[in-house]
């Protein structure tokens, strides 16, 4: 009998040329163990989903009731199915006005596809924008808003993309010019995650809000890896003070299953209803068991306060691990963290080492010069200071 690593060689499709390979037998808290019993730290909570920590009783409790109720009954949208108009109503209530009606679907690339619709067929314009290093899905539409700093090679073998697309350089005020009337949307994030962890510049994303509405653009924010908390507000928008035309959520907006959402004000919303009629639609989208996962997710955040404390809580691991001379710079925005070491041949070992003593982490698709800290939110001082020993130990190997 073949092993399970064998096995999922074998028949689990790779795009991973290395894979980890380290096989999860259960989650908990901060923690996943192998079935042997290795515990590690997850300092990557699946990319920015598991704020709650894993196996949150509440989330469970929320899955196995909704479960039992009822699992997909229609496709989206015809129906009135109680966790989405809950989760939905909720996350209207907690989104600066007017963003007000959530369209959900099933993940972070969907959300973009979505958005990028919404603003075509609202605006009439056929012109989009984003950003250099951004990265938003790996389906057509979203892969066409990303540009790598590695040029084309992402790309080139899946051309044509969507056409009509430009790229500003993020951080550029001069490039905001060219955003221009026949621009349909400006798609960014507010804090750049797969770029490594790239913050706004001060008045930056005031500087698009303003020239969106000199031009008619829309002005889409991508808060897939932002939002839930991350950077230590709800949303970054928040935290930076500006409000997009449409917000794209993914990731921890689920509460650990697959959900995703945009949302727009409910004019905007509703010009996808005519020209044609069901102008997006998905079956799956807002399923109820993830809807409901997601609203106990959000309740759990909101209730236990977790936001109040991410702030600290990074910098409590920024303050411990600049400390390191392997440590070049630390970007950080809350609990979303770049440490940089300044070479990809020290981030593989370093890597590897990690892997060896119990730390999940993990480097940044267009910076492999940085790894990854962003644990779930729930996680404790004393967490925080022995997850920071173990780096260190491995930081000093280095
Ligand atoms: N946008 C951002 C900012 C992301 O980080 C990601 C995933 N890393 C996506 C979009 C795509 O989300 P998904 O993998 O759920 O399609």
Redesign the pocket.
Known sequence: MKTLRQQFLEHVGQTSPEPLLLEVGRAEGVYFFTPEGKRYYDLVSG?SVNNVGHANPEVIKAVQQQAADYMHIMVYGEMVEKPQVQYARRIAELLPAPLESVYFVN???EA?EGALKLAKRYTGRHKMMSMHCA????NHG?LSMMASPEGDTWKAPFQPLLPNVEYLWFNNFEDIGRIDEETACVLV?PVQ??GGVRLPADGYLQALRKRCDETGAMLIF?E??TGMGRTGKLFAMQKYEVTPDIVCL??AFGGGMPL?AFVASKTVMDSLQSNPALGHITTFGGHPVCCAAGLSALNYITENHLVDSVEKKGKRYEETLRNSPNVIEIRRSGLLMAVELGTSEKLFKIMALFKERGIMSDWFLFCDTAFRISPPLTISNDEIDDSCRIILECLEIL
Do not use: F, N
């Open positions: 990319v993940s972070g690339s973009v990265y938003h899905g790996s979203s994030e995650g797969e991508d897939i890896q993914a990731k995703g």
